[in-house]
Protein backbone atom coordinates (compact mmCIF):
# COMPACT_ATOMS: atom_id res chain seq x y z
CA UNK A 1 0.00 0.00 0.00
CA UNK A 2 1.40 3.30 -0.65
CA UNK A 3 2.78 5.01 2.24
CA UNK A 4 1.42 8.78 1.03
CA UNK A 5 -2.05 7.09 1.66
CA UNK A 6 -1.49 5.88 4.74
CA UNK A 7 0.36 8.89 5.62
CA UNK A 8 -2.74 10.88 4.59
CA UNK A 9 -5.37 8.84 6.44
CA UNK A 10 -2.84 9.32 9.81
CA UNK A 11 -3.00 12.92 9.27
CA UNK A 12 -6.56 12.73 9.56
CA UNK A 13 -6.80 11.00 12.81
CA UNK A 14 -4.57 13.40 13.92
CA UNK A 15 -6.85 16.06 13.13
CA UNK A 16 -9.52 14.14 14.88
CA UNK A 17 -7.34 13.68 17.54
CA UNK A 18 -6.58 17.55 17.84
CA UNK A 19 -9.89 18.70 17.72
CA UNK A 20 -10.70 16.76 20.79
CA UNK A 21 -13.24 14.70 18.95
CA UNK A 22 -11.36 11.24 18.79
CA UNK A 23 -13.94 8.55 20.12
CA UNK A 24 -12.29 5.90 22.30
CA UNK A 25 -14.15 2.86 23.15
CA UNK A 26 -14.34 1.53 27.01
CA UNK A 27 -15.00 -2.46 27.01
CA UNK A 28 -17.80 -3.95 28.96
CA UNK A 29 -17.18 -7.57 30.69
CA UNK A 30 -20.28 -8.30 30.99
CA UNK A 31 -24.41 -8.28 29.49
CA UNK A 32 -25.84 -4.87 29.08
CA UNK A 33 -27.50 -3.53 32.31
CA UNK A 34 -28.15 -1.02 34.56
CA UNK A 35 -25.12 -1.49 36.30
CA UNK A 36 -22.16 -2.83 34.21
CA UNK A 37 -18.95 -4.01 34.41
CA UNK A 38 -16.08 -1.86 33.01
CA UNK A 39 -12.51 -2.67 32.19
CA UNK A 40 -10.06 -0.42 33.76
CA UNK A 41 -6.41 0.14 33.74
CA UNK A 42 -6.41 -1.06 37.52
CA UNK A 43 -9.23 -3.75 36.60
CA UNK A 44 -12.67 -4.51 36.62
CA UNK A 45 -15.35 -1.49 37.87
CA UNK A 46 -19.07 -1.90 38.56
CA UNK A 47 -20.51 1.33 37.11
CA UNK A 48 -24.42 2.86 37.16
CA UNK A 49 -24.64 3.11 33.07
CA UNK A 50 -26.49 6.05 31.88
CA UNK A 51 -26.19 6.05 28.23
CA UNK A 52 -27.80 2.50 26.41
CA UNK A 53 -30.86 2.67 24.60
CA UNK A 54 -31.96 -0.03 27.33
CA UNK A 55 -34.80 1.66 28.32
CA UNK A 56 -36.99 -1.19 29.51
CA UNK A 57 -34.12 -2.91 30.91
CA UNK A 58 -34.99 -5.79 28.37
CA UNK A 59 -30.73 -6.56 26.74
CA UNK A 60 -30.23 -8.98 29.59
CA UNK A 61 -33.75 -10.34 29.92
CA UNK A 62 -34.15 -13.85 31.00
CA UNK A 63 -37.19 -15.15 28.90
CA UNK A 64 -35.28 -13.21 25.86
CA UNK A 65 -32.19 -14.97 26.55
CA UNK A 66 -34.15 -18.80 27.15
CA UNK A 67 -35.86 -18.05 23.43
CA UNK A 68 -33.22 -17.28 21.71
CA UNK A 69 -30.84 -19.91 23.06
CA UNK A 70 -34.04 -22.22 22.13
CA UNK A 71 -34.21 -21.07 18.28
CA UNK A 72 -30.61 -21.73 18.30
CA UNK A 73 -30.89 -25.38 18.72
CA UNK A 74 -34.17 -25.28 16.63
CA UNK A 75 -33.09 -22.92 13.65
CA UNK A 76 -29.57 -22.82 14.10
CA UNK A 77 -26.68 -20.22 14.36
CA UNK A 78 -27.06 -18.22 11.27
CA UNK A 79 -29.13 -18.49 7.69
CA UNK A 80 -25.84 -17.39 5.21
CA UNK A 81 -28.63 -16.78 2.84
CA UNK A 82 -30.14 -13.35 1.55
CA UNK A 83 -34.27 -13.70 2.38
CA UNK A 84 -35.59 -14.38 -1.00
CA UNK A 85 -32.67 -16.91 -1.71
CA UNK A 86 -33.04 -19.17 1.03
CA UNK A 87 -33.13 -17.36 4.39
CA UNK A 88 -36.72 -16.97 5.03
CA UNK A 89 -37.75 -19.33 8.18
CA UNK A 90 -40.74 -19.45 9.91
CA UNK A 91 -39.61 -17.09 12.76
CA UNK A 92 -38.69 -14.27 10.05
CA UNK A 93 -42.04 -14.04 8.89
CA UNK A 94 -43.80 -14.82 12.62
CA UNK A 95 -41.35 -11.84 13.85
CA UNK A 96 -43.05 -9.46 10.88
CA UNK A 97 -46.28 -10.45 11.39
CA UNK A 98 -46.02 -9.84 15.31
CA UNK A 99 -44.52 -5.91 13.92
CA UNK A 100 -47.02 -5.19 11.67
CA UNK A 101 -49.97 -6.36 14.43
CA UNK A 102 -47.93 -4.24 17.13
CA UNK A 103 -47.69 -1.06 15.37
CA UNK A 104 -50.97 -1.71 13.63
CA UNK A 105 -49.97 -2.18 10.20
CA UNK A 106 -50.76 -4.35 7.17
CA UNK A 107 -46.81 -6.01 7.34
CA UNK A 108 -43.72 -5.58 7.89
CA UNK A 109 -40.26 -6.41 6.55
CA UNK A 110 -37.36 -6.95 8.19
CA UNK A 111 -33.67 -5.52 7.77
CA UNK A 112 -29.97 -5.72 9.88
CA UNK A 113 -30.52 -2.71 11.42
CA UNK A 114 -32.54 0.29 11.19
CA UNK A 115 -30.08 2.10 9.54
CA UNK A 116 -30.56 -0.08 6.54
CA UNK A 117 -34.03 0.27 6.98
CA UNK A 118 -34.20 4.31 6.52
CA UNK A 119 -31.38 3.53 3.92
CA UNK A 120 -33.81 1.25 2.25
CA UNK A 121 -37.16 3.31 2.38
CA UNK A 122 -36.91 6.10 0.12
CA UNK A 123 -35.21 5.14 -3.24
CA UNK A 124 -37.54 1.86 -4.34
CA UNK A 125 -40.70 4.18 -3.05
CA UNK A 126 -40.21 7.39 -4.71
CA UNK A 127 -38.29 9.04 -7.65
CA UNK A 128 -37.42 12.35 -9.26
CA UNK A 129 -41.06 13.50 -9.81
CA UNK A 130 -41.37 13.23 -6.39
CA UNK A 131 -40.70 15.18 -2.82
CA UNK A 132 -39.21 14.13 0.34
CA UNK A 133 -39.36 16.56 3.62
CA UNK A 134 -37.74 15.78 6.46
CA UNK A 135 -37.30 17.50 9.81
CA UNK A 136 -33.65 19.28 9.77
CA UNK A 137 -32.71 17.23 13.08
CA UNK A 138 -33.18 13.34 11.49
CA UNK A 139 -31.16 10.65 12.34
CA UNK A 140 -27.79 10.20 9.86
CA UNK A 141 -29.64 6.94 8.53
CA UNK A 142 -32.85 9.18 7.37
CA UNK A 143 -30.43 12.26 5.81
CA UNK A 144 -28.48 9.07 4.38
CA UNK A 145 -31.58 7.51 2.72
CA UNK A 146 -32.93 10.49 1.68
CA UNK A 147 -29.63 10.97 -0.54
CA UNK A 148 -29.97 7.32 -2.13
CA UNK A 149 -32.95 8.48 -3.63
CA UNK A 150 -33.76 10.61 -6.89
CA UNK A 151 -36.69 12.43 -5.26
CA UNK A 152 -35.85 16.03 -4.64
CA UNK A 153 -35.00 16.63 -1.02
CA UNK A 154 -36.62 19.66 1.30
CA UNK A 155 -35.64 20.22 4.69
CA UNK A 156 -37.57 22.41 7.30
CA UNK A 157 -36.46 23.68 10.91
CA UNK A 158 -36.42 21.29 13.36
CA UNK A 159 -40.07 20.69 15.05
CA UNK A 160 -40.53 24.39 12.97
CA UNK A 161 -44.95 23.60 11.82
CA UNK A 162 -44.74 26.94 9.44
CA UNK A 163 -41.81 25.78 7.94
CA UNK A 164 -43.10 22.32 7.19
CA UNK A 165 -45.97 24.37 5.74
CA UNK A 166 -43.51 26.59 3.53
CA UNK A 167 -41.77 23.64 1.95
CA UNK A 168 -45.50 21.53 1.46
CA UNK A 169 -46.26 24.28 -0.18
CA UNK A 170 -43.33 24.65 -2.44
CA UNK A 171 -43.26 20.99 -3.29
CA UNK A 172 -46.22 21.43 -4.29
CA UNK A 173 -45.55 24.70 -6.79
CA UNK A 174 -42.59 22.66 -8.35
CA UNK A 175 -45.18 19.93 -9.13
CA UNK A 176 -44.23 17.22 -6.84
CA UNK A 177 -46.21 14.00 -7.69
CA UNK A 178 -45.85 12.21 -4.16
CA UNK A 179 -45.43 14.26 -1.19
CA UNK A 180 -43.11 11.79 1.86
CA UNK A 181 -42.95 13.86 5.23
CA UNK A 182 -39.82 12.08 7.54
CA UNK A 183 -39.34 12.90 11.19
CA UNK A 184 -37.80 10.61 14.05
CA UNK A 185 -40.72 10.05 16.24
CA UNK A 186 -38.30 10.79 19.45
CA UNK A 187 -35.35 13.28 18.65
CA UNK A 188 -32.52 11.49 19.89
CA UNK A 189 -30.02 13.70 20.79
CA UNK A 190 -33.11 16.51 22.64
CA UNK A 191 -35.46 14.06 23.26
CA UNK A 192 -37.97 16.22 22.27
CA UNK A 193 -41.04 14.55 20.60
CA UNK A 194 -42.36 14.91 17.26
CA UNK A 195 -45.45 17.24 16.85
CA UNK A 196 -46.97 14.07 14.79
CA UNK A 197 -50.91 15.63 15.12
CA UNK A 198 -49.94 18.88 13.36
CA UNK A 199 -47.58 17.22 11.07
CA UNK A 200 -50.48 14.69 10.07
CA UNK A 201 -52.78 17.83 9.52
CA UNK A 202 -50.35 19.44 7.70
CA UNK A 203 -50.03 16.53 5.50
CA UNK A 204 -53.00 15.90 5.37
CA UNK A 205 -53.95 19.21 3.72
CA UNK A 206 -51.35 19.24 1.10
CA UNK A 207 -51.98 15.45 0.18
CA UNK A 208 -48.46 13.79 1.44
CA UNK A 209 -47.73 10.46 2.97
CA UNK A 210 -45.85 10.37 6.68
CA UNK A 211 -43.43 8.49 7.87
CA UNK A 212 -42.25 8.27 11.31
CA UNK A 213 -38.84 6.76 12.37
CA UNK A 214 -39.65 5.66 16.14
CA UNK A 215 -36.57 4.01 17.34
CA UNK A 216 -36.82 6.13 20.22
CA UNK A 217 -40.25 4.83 20.81
CA UNK A 218 -41.37 1.51 20.20
CA UNK A 219 -41.61 -0.62 23.21
CA UNK A 220 -41.70 2.28 25.96
CA UNK A 221 -43.64 5.58 24.80
CA UNK A 222 -47.69 4.93 23.96
CA UNK A 223 -50.13 2.55 24.97
CA UNK A 224 -48.34 -0.84 24.74
CA UNK A 225 -45.37 0.72 23.91
CA UNK A 226 -46.20 1.23 20.65
CA UNK A 227 -44.91 4.44 20.04
CA UNK A 228 -45.27 8.32 19.19
CA UNK A 229 -48.32 7.90 17.16
CA UNK A 230 -49.73 6.37 19.87
CA UNK A 231 -48.66 8.62 22.60
CA UNK A 232 -49.83 11.40 20.07
CA UNK A 233 -53.47 10.31 18.95
CA UNK A 234 -52.78 9.96 15.39
CA UNK A 235 -52.02 6.11 15.53
CA UNK A 236 -52.63 5.40 11.46
CA UNK A 237 -52.65 8.66 9.91
CA UNK A 238 -48.91 7.87 10.02
CA UNK A 239 -48.55 5.37 6.73
CA UNK A 240 -45.07 4.19 7.39
CA UNK A 241 -43.18 3.75 11.16
CA UNK A 242 -39.42 2.38 10.98
CA UNK A 243 -37.81 1.20 13.94
CA UNK A 244 -35.10 -0.86 15.31
CA UNK A 245 -34.81 -4.23 17.66
CA UNK A 246 -31.53 -2.77 18.98
CA UNK A 247 -32.77 -0.88 21.51
CA UNK A 248 -36.03 -1.28 23.73
CA UNK A 249 -37.23 -4.46 22.24
CA UNK A 250 -34.26 -6.62 23.35
CA UNK A 251 -31.27 -4.77 22.33
CA UNK A 252 -29.84 -6.75 20.42
CA UNK A 253 -30.10 -5.83 16.31
CA UNK A 254 -31.84 -5.52 13.46
CA UNK A 255 -34.90 -2.90 12.08
CA UNK A 256 -38.05 -2.51 10.59
CA UNK A 257 -40.37 -0.94 8.28
CA UNK A 258 -44.20 -1.30 9.15
CA UNK A 259 -46.58 -0.40 6.18
CA UNK A 260 -49.47 -1.00 3.84
CA UNK A 261 -49.05 -4.22 1.65
CA UNK A 262 -48.21 -2.43 -1.51
CA UNK A 263 -45.72 -0.67 0.22
CA UNK A 264 -44.03 -3.75 1.97
CA UNK A 265 -44.26 -5.84 -0.99
CA UNK A 266 -42.41 -3.25 -3.43
CA UNK A 267 -39.94 -3.06 -1.00
CA UNK A 268 -39.40 -6.64 -0.75
CA UNK A 269 -38.95 -6.63 -4.60
CA UNK A 270 -36.44 -3.57 -4.64
CA UNK A 271 -35.07 -2.45 -1.28
CA UNK A 272 -31.53 -2.86 -1.44
CA UNK A 273 -29.94 -3.44 2.10
CA UNK A 274 -32.99 -6.25 1.79
CA UNK A 275 -32.33 -7.58 -1.32
CA UNK A 276 -28.18 -8.06 -1.41
CA UNK A 277 -27.80 -8.64 2.60
CA UNK A 278 -27.82 -11.47 4.95
CA UNK A 279 -31.24 -12.77 6.79
CA UNK A 280 -31.47 -11.73 10.68
CA UNK A 281 -29.68 -14.58 12.59
CA UNK A 282 -32.69 -16.95 13.78
CA UNK A 283 -31.93 -16.32 17.81
CA UNK A 284 -32.24 -12.91 17.15
CA UNK A 285 -35.50 -12.95 15.64
CA UNK A 286 -36.66 -15.37 18.58
CA UNK A 287 -35.59 -13.11 21.19
CA UNK A 288 -36.66 -10.15 19.23
CA UNK A 289 -40.36 -11.90 19.54
CA UNK A 290 -40.41 -12.74 22.77
CA UNK A 291 -39.05 -9.10 23.46
CA UNK A 292 -42.51 -6.91 21.68
CA UNK A 293 -44.44 -10.07 23.84
CA UNK A 294 -42.92 -8.62 26.83
CA UNK A 295 -42.74 -5.61 26.01
CA UNK A 296 -46.80 -5.29 24.61
CA UNK A 297 -47.46 -5.95 28.80
CA UNK A 298 -44.69 -4.22 30.77
CA UNK A 299 -46.56 -1.52 31.84
CA UNK A 300 -44.72 -1.94 35.39
CA UNK A 301 -41.57 -1.30 33.91
CA UNK A 302 -43.12 1.29 31.92
CA UNK A 303 -44.11 3.16 35.23
CA UNK A 304 -40.81 2.48 36.49
CA UNK A 305 -38.76 4.12 33.69
CA UNK A 306 -41.38 7.22 33.83
CA UNK A 307 -40.84 7.11 38.14
CA UNK A 308 -36.85 7.49 37.52
CA UNK A 309 -36.92 10.03 34.54
CA UNK A 310 -39.10 12.34 37.11
CA UNK A 311 -37.03 12.02 39.67
CA UNK A 312 -33.68 11.75 37.77
CA UNK A 313 -34.92 15.03 35.88
CA UNK A 314 -36.17 16.57 39.07
CA UNK A 315 -32.51 15.58 41.51
CA UNK A 316 -30.39 17.34 38.44
CA UNK A 317 -32.54 20.52 38.31
CA UNK A 318 -32.54 20.93 41.64
CA UNK A 319 -28.98 20.58 41.83
CA UNK A 320 -28.61 23.13 39.46
CA UNK A 321 -28.15 21.72 36.05
CA UNK A 322 -29.28 23.24 33.24
CA UNK A 323 -31.33 20.06 31.29
CA UNK A 324 -33.15 20.40 27.86
CA UNK A 325 -36.80 20.19 28.95
CA UNK A 326 -38.99 16.93 28.15
CA UNK A 327 -40.62 13.97 29.17
CA UNK A 328 -38.83 10.81 27.20
CA UNK A 329 -36.30 9.22 29.27
CA UNK A 330 -33.55 11.11 27.23
CA UNK A 331 -32.67 13.42 29.61
CA UNK A 332 -29.98 15.62 27.88
CA UNK A 333 -27.60 17.73 30.90
CA UNK A 334 -26.21 21.11 28.53
CA UNK A 335 -22.83 22.03 28.98
CA UNK A 336 -22.20 24.33 26.21
CA UNK A 337 -18.74 23.73 25.61
CA UNK A 338 -17.27 20.62 23.87
CA UNK A 339 -14.18 20.20 26.24
CA UNK A 340 -16.31 20.72 29.40
CA UNK A 341 -18.70 17.86 28.58
CA UNK A 342 -15.50 16.02 27.66
CA UNK A 343 -14.13 17.20 31.49
CA UNK A 344 -17.62 16.35 32.76
CA UNK A 345 -17.44 12.72 31.48
CA UNK A 346 -14.64 12.33 32.80
CA UNK A 347 -15.60 13.06 36.29
CA UNK A 348 -18.83 10.81 36.19
CA UNK A 349 -16.63 7.69 35.09
CA UNK A 350 -14.38 8.57 38.15
CA UNK A 351 -17.64 8.68 40.28
CA UNK A 352 -18.79 4.99 38.96
CA UNK A 353 -21.45 6.78 36.38
CA UNK A 354 -21.23 5.56 32.73
CA UNK A 355 -22.15 8.35 30.61
CA UNK A 356 -20.82 9.87 27.10
CA UNK A 357 -20.24 13.36 26.25
CA UNK A 358 -21.76 14.68 22.83
CA UNK A 359 -20.59 17.94 20.91
CA UNK A 360 -19.98 19.39 17.33
CA UNK A 361 -20.83 17.69 14.76
CA UNK A 362 -23.24 15.44 16.85
CA UNK A 363 -24.85 18.30 17.66
CA UNK A 364 -24.79 21.76 17.01
CA UNK A 365 -21.49 24.09 17.70
CA UNK A 366 -21.63 25.08 21.53
CA UNK A 367 -24.57 23.40 22.52
CA UNK A 368 -22.58 20.18 23.43
CA UNK A 369 -24.03 18.02 26.55
CA UNK A 370 -23.88 14.94 28.72
CA UNK A 371 -26.99 12.72 27.29
CA UNK A 372 -28.09 10.88 30.29
CA UNK A 373 -31.12 8.00 29.07
CA UNK A 374 -33.23 6.48 31.92
CA UNK A 375 -33.73 2.37 31.89
CA UNK A 376 -35.93 0.30 34.26
CA UNK A 377 -33.05 -1.99 34.28
CA UNK A 378 -31.59 1.20 37.12
CA UNK A 379 -33.44 0.46 40.73
CA UNK A 380 -33.79 3.41 42.53
CA UNK A 381 -30.52 3.60 44.49
CA UNK A 382 -28.91 4.02 41.34
CA UNK A 383 -30.82 7.45 40.67
CA UNK A 384 -29.62 8.49 44.21
CA UNK A 385 -25.84 7.30 42.78
CA UNK A 386 -25.97 9.00 39.65
CA UNK A 387 -27.92 12.62 40.86
CA UNK A 388 -25.45 12.48 43.87
CA UNK A 389 -22.17 11.82 41.78
CA UNK A 390 -23.44 14.51 38.75
CA UNK A 391 -23.77 17.23 42.14
CA UNK A 392 -20.39 16.48 43.44
CA UNK A 393 -18.90 16.25 39.91
CA UNK A 394 -20.54 19.42 38.80
CA UNK A 395 -19.24 21.61 41.25
CA UNK A 396 -15.57 20.27 41.34
CA UNK A 397 -15.83 21.73 38.17
CA UNK A 398 -17.73 24.99 38.94
CA UNK A 399 -20.49 24.11 36.71
CA UNK A 400 -22.67 24.31 39.91
C1 LIG B 1 -33.55 7.72 15.36
C2 LIG B 1 -32.69 6.55 14.96
N1 LIG B 1 -32.89 5.96 13.77
C3 LIG B 1 -32.16 4.90 13.36
C4 LIG B 1 -31.16 4.39 14.16
C5 LIG B 1 -30.39 3.20 13.69
O1 LIG B 1 -30.85 2.06 14.36
P1 LIG B 1 -30.01 0.71 14.31
O2 LIG B 1 -29.09 0.72 15.49
O3 LIG B 1 -31.04 -0.38 14.37
O4 LIG B 1 -29.27 0.72 13.03
C6 LIG B 1 -30.91 4.95 15.41
C7 LIG B 1 -29.82 4.43 16.26
O5 LIG B 1 -28.98 5.13 16.74
C8 LIG B 1 -31.69 6.08 15.82
O6 LIG B 1 -31.47 6.66 17.00
Redesign the pocket.
Known sequence: MSQDFLSHISSVLKGIEADGLYKREREITGPQSGRIKVKGASGERQMVNLCANNYLGLADNADIRKAAAAALDEFGFGMASVRFICGTQTLHRELEHAIADYLGKDDAILFA????A?GALFEPLLGAEDAIISDSLN?A??IDGVRLSKAKRFRYAQGDMDDLETQLKQAAADGARFKLVVT?GVF?MDGHIAKLKQICDLAERYGAIVAV?D??ATGHIGDEGRGTPDLTGVGSRVDIVTG????TLGGA???FIAASQPIIDLLRQRARPYLFSNSLAPAVAAGSLKAIEIARAADDLRTKLGRHTTRFREGLTQAGFTLLPGETPIIPVMLGDAVLAQRMAKALDERGVYVAGFFYPVVPQGKARIRTQMSAALDDQDITFAIDAFADAGKSLGII
Request: net charge negative; hydrophobic share 25%.
Open positions: ACFDNHSIDSDCHTLGKMGG
